[in-house]
C-alpha cells in the first residue's frame, strides 16, 4: 500500500497555530513511509501580520471558504478561539465530512453536545486533545472503564499554576506573574479565563461531558479563581504544610454529582500538589477504589502544539473518535451542602478577647477549630494581626453565615479570607 497524503487547512497562526506549523514542518523531514502531512492553507485574520514563524505568503488566507470548501482538505485544525466563529467553521468542516481537531475547550464546554453529535453524524473524527492537554489520554480510559469514576482532581490550567508557582518561588506578586504567563504565550486571550477559573471549569465540563455524557452548564458550576491568594496565604499554607492550587474537584455519588472549581490547600508533596509552573495533572478514584493519575504541560506552543500533532496521527491510522455517547441526566449538589474543611485568615485588632469572639461566632454555627496561628503583634495606627484558622470538616452554609457576622464585627479590618482544604481523592 502507497503512502497516506493528508491535507491539512489550519484555522489560526498565534501561539497554537505557529506551533503546530513548526512541528509539522519538523516531521516533514522523518520522511514517514507511512503517511505525509501537507499543509494546504492557513486561514489567519490579519494576512500582512509579521509572524514570527515562516510560513509561504500563498499559503496565507482571510477567506475561510478556502479551507472549507475545498475538497482536497482532509483535516481542518481550529486554533483561532473564541466562541462564534469557531463553531461555524467547525460545523461546516464536519458537514462537509472534513476531520476536525481544536484546542478550543471554551467551545467545547459550551456547544460540546453539538459539536460531538455532529462529528459522529458525520462520521468524522473529532480530536480534542489539545484543549485539555492534562488528561486526554486518561479520558479515554475513563470512557470505557467498566467501573464509574467515583472522584478526580485535577490541576487543568498552566497559568495559574504558574502564577501560583512564581509567587512561591520567586516571590512574585500576583499580577507581574501574569504579565509573564502572558508573554509566554500561556494565558488565554482574556486572562480572567485563567485566572477566575473559566478555563479550568471549560476543561471540567468536556471530561464530565466525555466520562458521563452530561456537559454541565457553566452557570450551574460553582467558579472560584486565584485572585483573592495572596503571597501572604501561600507562606501561611506552606507553614502549615500545604499548597495553594486551582482545582476542577468532581466526585459522584448514585446520580448526585459535586462538581466545582476553586483554589484548595492540598498536603505538600503529595500528588498534583507536586506539579509546579504550567504542568498541569489529574488523579482519580474509580468505585472499586483503584486510583489513577497523569501529567503533562498544560500549556505553552510545543506542548499544545504536540498534542494537535498526536491527532493527526490518530487520523492517519485510521482511528474514530472515542465517546460512548449515551445521554445521562445528573443531579448537581448544592454548593452550601458540601462539607470540607477551610482556611480562614482574618485581618483583625490585635485587642483582648477577638480570638474570643471569632470561635464564638463560629462554634455558634457548628463549626469546630482544628488550629490557630496568630501572625506577630499589630502595630501601629492600624494595629491589625493577621490570625489564621485551620476549621475541622464543616458545611459550606454555616462557614458563609458565620464569615458574614464576622465580617460586621467592628475589629475586622479587611473581609475574611476563605480557602477551601482538599483531602484528595482518598
Ligand atoms: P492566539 O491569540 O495566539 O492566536 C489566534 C490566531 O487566530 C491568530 O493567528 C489570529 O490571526 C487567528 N484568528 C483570530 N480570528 C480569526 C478568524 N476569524 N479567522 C481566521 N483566523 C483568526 O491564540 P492561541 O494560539 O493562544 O489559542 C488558540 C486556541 O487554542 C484557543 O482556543 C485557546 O484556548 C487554545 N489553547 C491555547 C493554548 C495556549 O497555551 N496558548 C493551550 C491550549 C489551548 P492573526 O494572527 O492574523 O491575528
Ligand atoms: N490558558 C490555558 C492555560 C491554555 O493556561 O492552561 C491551555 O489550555
Redesign the pocket.
Known amino acids: 500500500m502507497g503512502k497516506k497524503i493528508l491535507h491539512i487547512g489550519l484555522?489560526?497562526?498565534?501561539?497554537?497555530?505557529g506551533g503546530v506549523v513548526k512541528l509539522l514542518s519538523r516531521m516533514k523531514n522523518e520522511n514517514n513511509k507511512d503517511y505525509e502531512f501537507i499543509l494546504d492553507k492557513v486561514?489567519?485574520?490579519?494576512?500582512k501580520?509579521r509572524r514570527s514563524v515562516a510560513i509561504s505568503p500563498h499559503l496565507l488566507t482571510?477567506n475561510?471558504q478556502e479551507i472549507l470548501e475545498n475538497p482536497k482538505i482532509d483535516i481542518v485544525i481550529e486554533?483561532?478561539?473564541?466562541i462564534n466563529?469557531?463553531k461555524k467553521i467547525i460545523l461546516q468542516a464536519l458537514r462537509n465530512g472534513k476531520n476536525v481537531i481544536t484546542?478550543?475547550?471554551?467551545?467545547l464546554a459550551k456547544e460540546g453536545e453539538l459539536i460531538f453529535n455532529e462529528a459522529i453524524r458525520n462520521n468524522c473524527y473529532l480530536g480534542i486533545r489539545?484543549?485539555n492537554?492534562a488528561v486526554y489520554r486518561l479520558a479515554e480510559n475513563l470512557i470505557f472503564s467498566p467501573f464509574k469514576m467515583k472522584k478526580l482532581i485535577g490541576i487543568f490550567n498552566?497559568t495559574s499554576n504558574y502564577i501560583l508557582t512564581q509567587m512561591e518561588r520567586k516571590r512574585e506578586d500576583f499580577s507581574s506573574a501574569l504579565k509573564k504567563a502572558q508573554a509566554i504565550?500561556?494565558a488565554?486571550?482574556n486572562p480572567s479565563d485563567d485566572v477566575d477559573g473559566y478555563d479550568t471549569a471549560n476543561k471540567l465540563i468536556v471530561l464530565i461531558g466525555l466520562v458521563f455524557g452530561y456537559f454541565i452548564p457553566a452557570e450551574s458550576l460553582f467558579i472560584e479563581g486565584i485572585r483573592k491568594i495572596s503571597y501572604k496565604d501561600i507562606l501561611f499554607a506552606k507553614e502549615l504544610g500545604y499548597k495553594i492550587k486551582l482545582l476542577a474537584i468532581a466526585q459522584r455519588k448514585g446520580e448526585e454529582l459535586e462538581v466545582r472549581v476553586h483554589p484548595a490547600l492540598l498536603i505538600r508533596d503529595k500528588g498534583i500538589a507536586r506539579l509546579n509552573g504550567i504542568e498541569n495533572g489529574v488523579e482519580v478514584r474509580d468505585e472499586i477504589g483503584v486510583e489513577v493519575g497523569m501529567q503533562a504541560p498544560g500549556?505553552?506552543?510545543y506542548p499544545?502544539a504536540m498534542a494537535v500533532l498526536e491527532d493527526l496521527v490518530y487520523i492517519a491510522n485510521g482511528r474514530k473518535t472515542s465517546f460512548p455517547w449515551q445521554k445521562k441526566q445528573l443531579n448537581l449538589k448544592d454548593m452550601n451542602e458540601i462539607k470540607t474543611e477551610y482556611y480562614l485568615r482574618f485581618n483583625v485588632l490585635d485587642r483582648v478577647g477577638v480570638l474570643a469572639k471569632i470561635s464564638g461566632i463560629l462554634g455558634n454555627h457548628d463549626i469546630s477549630i482544628n488550629s490557630v496561628i496568630q501572625k506577630g503583634r499589630g502595630k501601629g495606627l492600624n494595629n491589625a494581626v493577621s490570625i489564621i484558622m485551620l476549621t475541622h470538616k464543616a458545611k459550606e452554609r454555616d462557614i458563609q453565615n458565620s464569615l458574614r457576622e464576622i465580617n460586621n464585627l467592628p475589629i475586622v479590618r479587611e473581609k475574611p479570607l476563605l480557602i477551601r482544604v482538599e483531602e484528595g481523592i482518598c
Open positions: 484555522f489560526g497562526l498565534g501561539t497554537v497555530g486561514a489567519v485574520k490579519h494576512p501580520k482571510d475561510p486554533a483561532i478561539g473564541g466563529q469557531s484546542a478550543n475547550k471554551a467551545l489539545a484543549s492537554n498552566g504565550g500561556y488565554e486571550q500549556a505553552g506552543k499544545t
